[in-house]
């Protein structure tokens, strides 16, 4: 509702950061981007640049000056609201449901807030510490800012820790960066190697097919060979066969010759006995004719055969 809003955005009527209650001057409640408010005071002490920073969630505001940060007329507007009532003090830490007044004092000893019927029956003097509202809550408002500033101390520590962290994670970053494009540029200088060495393999594949073709063409031309000189061989023998035949011709002619010499003499033989039996076969007679014949005519006669 419009009240929880108001409440939100005041930070229950105080800053958040100094616990000084909102006013129309120094403490007037501006509110930042983020929708977090604080007072007139604090944001003058934390702009810095253009920027200040929210002391509930950290985030930075770029702004031109304090008077350009907007001021929160509504919450203003209900302060003047709550003020203006009667019956309410201004600090008070809500009703007392035994005695129905106002709980304006904080006992030390039982910690917790009292009446002043309270502090009287409850919580005499004697027994208790008692304080007023107004010292305890000055009191919690030294508490809380020391807390505050210790809180905001650890975030700044926290802060620059990041920021260093950051810084060195950027570092570190740049230098894997580095590394990467590195052994990129290594990875890349290899496959160009890698590629070369394909190229030299592929021309030594071709090369070798060349060989291979041209020592398949060597195994024909040496099987064409060996057949040629198989053939040539064949020849020789042949040329060597016709040399021989040639020989045997001129032996044959000359075995011939000799046949034909034996074959004559043997005919002159066969005559020259044929003669021979015809003469001895005839002899007798021829001597007989011989005979008479020398004895007749005492001279030579013809002899016939």
């Not at 800053?15 to 007037?28: F, G, N, Q, V």
């Amino acid at each position: 509702d419009r009240a929880h809003l108001i409440l939100v955005i005041m930070g229950s009527r105080e800053c958040p950061t100094c616990l000084e209650e909102y006013d129309s001057r120094d403490h007037r409640v501006r509110i930042l981007q983020c929708g977090h408010s604080q007072c007139t005071s604090c944001m003058r002490a934390q702009f810095s640049g253009g920027r200040i920073t929210c002391a509930s969630c950290r985030a930075t505001h770029v702004y031109t000056n304090i008077e350009s940060i907007p001021i929160c007329y509504i919450a203003e507007k209900y302060k003047e609201e709550m003020d203006a009532a009667p019956l309410a003090p201004k600090l008070h830490k809500g009703i007392c449901e035994e005695h129905a007044s106002f709980k304006l004092f904080w006992c030390n000893k039982h910690h917790e807030w009292i009446c002043t019927h309270c502090s009287v029956t409850e919580h005499p003097r004697g027994d208790c510490d008692i304080i007023s509202i107004k010292k305890q809550f000055d009191s919690d408002k030294v508490l809380k800012k020391s807390k505050i500033y210790e809180e905001i101390k650890h975030l700044d520590h926290i802060k620059n820790e990041a920021t260093l962290s950051i810084e060195e994670k950027e570092t570190h970053i740049k230098k894997m960066k580095d590394e990467i494009e590195e052994e990129q540029n290594h990875i890349k200088k290899k496959q160009d190697e890698i590629e070369a060495i394909r190229l030299i393999i592929s021309q030594k594949e071709r090369e070798v097919s060349v060989i291979n073709h041209t020592n398949s063409k060597l195994h024909t031309i040496q099987q064409d060979c060996e057949k040629k000189k198989s053939a040539l061989e064949n020849i020789s023998s042949s040329f060597h066969n016709v040399r021989t035949f040639k020989e045997l011709d001129v032996e044959n002619e000359k075995c011939l010759s000799r046949i034909n010499t034996y074959i004559k003499w043997r005919k002159g033989l066969e005559e020259d006995k044929d003669l021979s039996l015809k003469i001895s076969s005839n002899l007798p007679i021829l001597l007989e004719k011989l005979k008479k014949s020398t004895n007749i005519h005492g001279e030579k006669s013809t002899i016939d055969y």
